[in-house]
């Protein structure tokens, strides 16, 4: 796994865990609102551009952050925070790890898993995998997920150099996801994030994580889609970073 890392080495640590598809882009400006203040890790998830690993599971992409935590920070740092699939890979670490860290936000996770979509990933991906490499087609992607204008560039050197294999496993990984059992033990102080406008099953999705994680606090962002508070509004999400410490 590949690790950015801004900030400054001696102060608290904070892991930021990026959505599928996306990159350490996600929380570009984040970087900038917190480098002064913390150390900030960006691990570039695996089977994305820049990554050095093909995509196995969320499971195994939980362990190597484990690992690089515990070799590198004694096994424990101050915050992780993860969106969509980032927040799964979150989820995993603190179900294998229930002390790992002080805080985590969730934003955005799916764990009610949608197994007759996924049956449908690989179809839709071998017929569709050529396009994505064409900048209109990746306008209409980019403009669907109402990522902000400014980081289209970013996206699409990104996305368009993402394998076929990488993506349909990223992809289907993410609509299968169900939260472990062991994270009921979970003692970290966790916000979890929703925007009202996202589909219901992730609102649901995010009682759910709030309903097992005892020390957890939800939030349903009135107006806001899929993701939008980490990658839209940096400077809303590093308040709620900041009130939760």
Same mark, same amino acid.
């Given at each position: 796994?590949?690790?950015?890392?801004? #900030?400054?080495?001696?102060?608290?640590?904070?892991?930021?865990?990026?959505?599928?598809?996306?990159?350490?882009?996600?929380?570009?400006?984040?970087?900038?609102?917190?480098?002064?203040?913390?150390?900030?890790?960006?691990?570039?998830?695996? #089977?994305?551009?820049?990554?050095?690993?093909? *995509?196995?599971?969320? $499971?195994?992409?939980?362990?190597?952050?484990?690992?690089?935590?515990?070799?590198? *920070?004694?096994?424990?740092?101050?915050?992780?925070?993860?969106?969509?699939? #980032?927040?799964?890979?979150?989820?995993?670490?603190?179900?294998?790890?229930?002390?790992?860290?002080?805080?985590?936000?969730? $934003?955005?996770?799916?764990?009610?898993?949608?197994? /007759?979509?996924?049956?449908?990933?690989?179809?839709?991906?071998?017929?569709?995998?050529?396009?994505? +490499?064409?900048?209109?087609?990746?306008?209409?992607?980019?403009?669907?997920?109402?990522?902000?204008?400014?980081?289209?560039?970013?996206?699409? /050197?990104?996305?368009?150099?993402?394998?076929?294999?990488?993506?349909?496993?990223?992809?289907?990984?993410?609509?299968?996801?169900?939260?472990?059992?062991?994270?009921?033990?979970?003692?970290?102080?966790?916000?979890?994030?929703?925007?009202?406008?996202?589909?219901?099953?992730?609102?649901?999705?995010?009682?759910?994580?709030?309903?097992?994680?005892?020390? +957890? $606090?939800?939030?349903?962002?009135?107006?806001?889609?899929?993701?939008?508070?980490?990658?839209?509004?940096?400077? $809303?999400?590093?308040?709620?970073?900041?009130?939760?410490?």
């Amino acid at each position: 796994m590949i690790i950015k890392e801004y #900030g400054i080495k001696n102060k608290e640590i904070i892991i930021l865990l990026h959505g599928g598809g996306l990159s350490w882009w996600n929380y570009i400006d984040e970087i900038e609102l917190l480098k002064n203040d913390y150390r900030l890790i960006i691990p570039i998830l695996d #089977g994305h551009f820049g990554s050095d690993k093909n *995509f196995t599971s969320i $499971e195994d992409n939980a362990k190597e952050i484990i690992n690089f935590i515990d070799n590198n *920070f004694n096994g424990k740092v101050k915050l992780i925070c993860g969106l969509s699939l #980032g927040g799964q890979i979150a989820l995993e670490i603190m179900s294998q790890r229930n002390s790992i860290c002080d805080y985590a936000i969730i $934003e955005s996770a799916l764990v009610y898993p949608m197994k /007759n979509i996924s049956k449908l990933v690989e179809f839709l991906i071998n017929m569709t995998y050529k396009l994505i +490499s064409k900048k209109l087609f990746s306008k209409l992607q980019f403009k669907s997920l109402r990522i902000r204008k400014d980081l289209f560039e970013l996206y699409y /050197n990104d996305t368009s150099k993402i394998t076929k294999e990488n993506l349909i496993s990223f992809i289907k990984a993410n609509l299968n996801y169900k939260i472990k059992e062991n994270l009921r033990n979970c003692k970290i102080k966790t916000l979890i994030l929703a925007g009202s406008k996202e589909r219901q099953i992730i609102k649901k999705s995010a009682y759910k994580i709030k309903n097992t994680i005892n020390s +957890s $606090e939800l939030e349903i962002l009135e107006g806001y889609y899929h993701g939008e508070i980490s990658v839209n509004y940096p400077k $809303e999400y590093v308040n709620k970073i900041k009130k939760l410490f």
